[in-house]
Each structure stands twice: as structure tokens, then as C-alpha cells.
């Protein structure tokens, strides 16, 4: 006990000797943006709190749209409005386009193995053309439209035989999604057996994937002071090690499952295996260790963010029961009540889209962009951004900037319709207003799929059902608040009964 004591202890003296130190090596000459004061060592992390994206959206009501802080040893900038997010992520995007150091990337992800974490440079340039060419192109996102539309009819049949039982929506779409794109990438679904049966590996792939993003989005400690990484003091890189363990498991037994079955196999996991180009500088193909990487990129982020965007639309409706009428009344016009709607109709259900937006903005998956390093010492908004600073993008605090939004913290979707005040907004292009996917180089590779599936889906359970809140709960009343992780949740999850309004044979 004494000999860990004693080494606590050295620690403790090294890391102060070095804070003092790094302090005056890094005062800088130049303007920094302005910020709240640092503690001594751990710098503004105490000041986070469990709801970072609020506490630094407070921070810039104070000091302003561009702000600095230290994470430890690291400086930190915080851009919280569009015009300033446009500065980084495109007028300096490409000194912007690597991640910095993390816990997560190294202990979850493969060791920076995958396309989100792996730093900017030929071999992410590689992988985001394999998932552009090969994964996401609109070639191959059309030869899958079948999968995604049978697995929405799938999610539908168990909704609508649901009867008096209470549904916990999140962990059907979470379901539905990881099956999606199971049958996408493996030719295979994962959960259930496509008539409504429950599967118990479904509650474990939900809580494992919840596990992941939670800790990914954890301000770890040992990022920002590297000596005392080895101490992992909140538990979070023994936590990290465990759920890649477990991922890294389900991976292998999907891979090992599709490598045993017979026959051709019409899928993007076989593409992938079959990949020749130059990923590596080598010549050779993806490693096994590559494509579990994209897996794990895709069975995370892919299901995550989306089933928690549908989750936050449907909690909005219900709370907004004039806006889910309007919107019931656009589906019966535009597709009726005999055949539930399709991703040909899409574009004709102009509220739709608009209710998607509203969401986006209100209730951004990813409140806090992934973070950024500066390659290299620029300038934005007037201030200096030292090199090896860390870039976050409030996203969340965006969306509700009351210079840019009238009524920001209002679920009103009819801004961008004609006559709105944002009716030309296109979460596709750097409009940075609304920024669901990011922006720049490193925008969210797999956006065209998110936004394909978000809206089927979407339209689907306003189309095909009314909606009651479990145990009869004022929809006025209904919880909202968040849980941070890279994508937020609820901190209680919709729970609801569906109630059939279409054509009976249309649920069969």
C-alpha cells in the first residue's frame, strides 16, 4: 500500500511540474478566442458536466460563438454558430481533417483501424472511396431499396399485432435497422424471424451498441493528461476494453456464419472480401481486421443514430398532435390508405422532409461534432487556433442559436416549407445551419443510407399508425431530456401502444 501511495504521489508531482511547465511553454503570442478560466492540471473538464453540449452552449452565450478551453494538457476550440463552423469545416477544412488522439479509437475501434477515427491520409482516402464506390454509391443503395421497404413491412406486421401491449419503440427500430443493414452487408438478418418473435440477442446488441457510443463519448482523462492514462481513473478504458470484446466477438461469429454458408453470396461484406485495391500500399486486400472495423462502424453508428433520430421525430409528433395529423393527411393524399408508402413516394411528402429537418435541428444525433486536430497554427474568427488543437462543433447548439432560428426551442417543421424562414435548407450540402452528418471531408460517409432509412421509416409509423402514450400519459407530460454519448438518447424511452389506421391487409 505504501509503494502505490508513494507512486500516486510522484505522479501527481510529475503531472503538476509539467502542467506549470506546458504553461509556459504554450503561452501564446497570438489572440486566443476567450473561454472560462482552467483549473490547475485537469483544466475546464469539471466544468462539462453530464450534458456537455449544454454546459459549452451556456459557455457561448457568455463568450461567444468561437470559444478556447483546456482539456488538460490540450487546447480546446468550441465553434457554436454557422458562420463559424463554416470557417473551420470549410475554409479550413483540410487542416481540420484528422482526429486526435483518443481512448475510444484505440481500445474500441481497432486501434484506428476504421474509417471514423483513422487519421486523414491515403489510407482513409482508400476506405472512404471503398464505402463511396462500393457501399454507399447510389448503384448499390438502389439494389438494396427491396431490403430496406421488406424490413420496414416487418417492423409494421409487429407493431400492428402489439394490441394492448406497451411498446418500447427504440428497441424495435434499433432492430429493425441492425437487420437492414445485416441483410445489406451479410445477406442475413440477425434478430427474430421476421413474424414478429422476439429475439433475446436483439436486448444485448442494443445495450452493447447504447454501451459503445456512451463510452465513445466520454471526455476521457488519460486523453488529455497522458501520463495519468495508465491509472484509468473513471473506469472508462477497462469499460472500452470489455465492450470491444464483446463486439469483436459478434463480428467474428457473423463473419465466421457468412464465410460457412454455401453459394454466391449478393451482398457488400463479399464485395469488400473481394477488394483488390491498393488499400495498404501493398497491394493486398482488406484485412479481416479492416472489415471488422467498417462493421463495427456500420452496426454502431448505423443503428444508433438513426433509431434515435426516428425515436426523438415520433416522441415530437406525439407531444405536437396537430403536426402528426398534418402529416397523416399528406400521407393519405400522397400514397392513401391501401399500401403502406415507399421510397418512390419520398419526395413527394414535402411535410414529411420538413419534419425530418425540424428534428435534425432540435435533436441532432451527434450534439457535439466528432472531434477535429489542427494539422497546423490558423486563424478563425479573428482569433489565433494553435496547432494540435481540438476541434468540437456544436451542433446541437446550432440548431437552437436564437439569431439564426425564430422560436428555436419550438418543434415548428413549417420553417422550411415555402413561406418559412428556412425553406431552401438541405442537410446534404454545407448549409451549416442544420448539421445532422457534419460537414467537410469527414461528413458521415454512410448519409445517403441514414436518409433513406429515416424517412421510410418516419413515414411509415406516421402513415400506418395512431399513437397512445403507456399508462395513459398526458403527451404534455412526456419526459425529454437527454443522455449524452456521441449520440444522444433519451434518458426514458418512448413508451407507447400503436394503434392500426390503414387497411387491414395492408399489415399482412
Known sequence: MAIIMTLLMDTCITVLVFYVLLNLRTRHPNRLPPGP?????????????PLPHHTLAAFAKKYGPLIHLRFGFVDVVVASSPTVASQFLRDNDLNFASRPPNSGAKHMAYNYQDLVFAPYGPRWTMLRKICKDHLFSSKALDNFRHVREEEVAILTRILASAGESTVKLSQLL???????LARMMLDMRLFGDGNGSGDPKADEFKDMVVELMTLAGKFNIGDFIPMLDWMDLQGVTTKMKKVHDRFDSFLDNILDEHKIRKGAHDDMLSTLISLKEDVNGEGGKLSDIEIKALLLNL??????????????????LIRNPQLLKQAQEEMDIV??????VTESDLTQLTFLHAIVKESFRLHPSTPLSLPRIASESCEVNGYHIPKGSTLLVNIWAIGRHPEVWADPLEFRPARFLPGGEKPGVNVKVNDFEVLPFGAGRRICAGM????????LLIATLIQAFDWELANGLDPERLNMEEEFGISVQKAEPLMVHPRPRLAPHTYI
Open 37 to 49: 478560466t482552467p483549473w490547475p492540471i485537469v483544466g475546464n473538464l469539471p466544468h462539462l458536466g
Open 174 to 180: 434499433n432492430v429493425c435497422t441492425a437487420n437492414t
Open 299 to 316: 452496426f454502431s453508428a448505423g443503428t444508433d443514430t438513426s433509431s434515435s433520430s426516428i425515436e426523438w421525430t415520433m416522441a415530437e
Open 335 to 340: 400514397v392513401g390508405r391501401d399500401r403502406l
Open 448 to 455: 445517403s443510407l441514414a436518409l433513406k432509412m429515416v424517412h
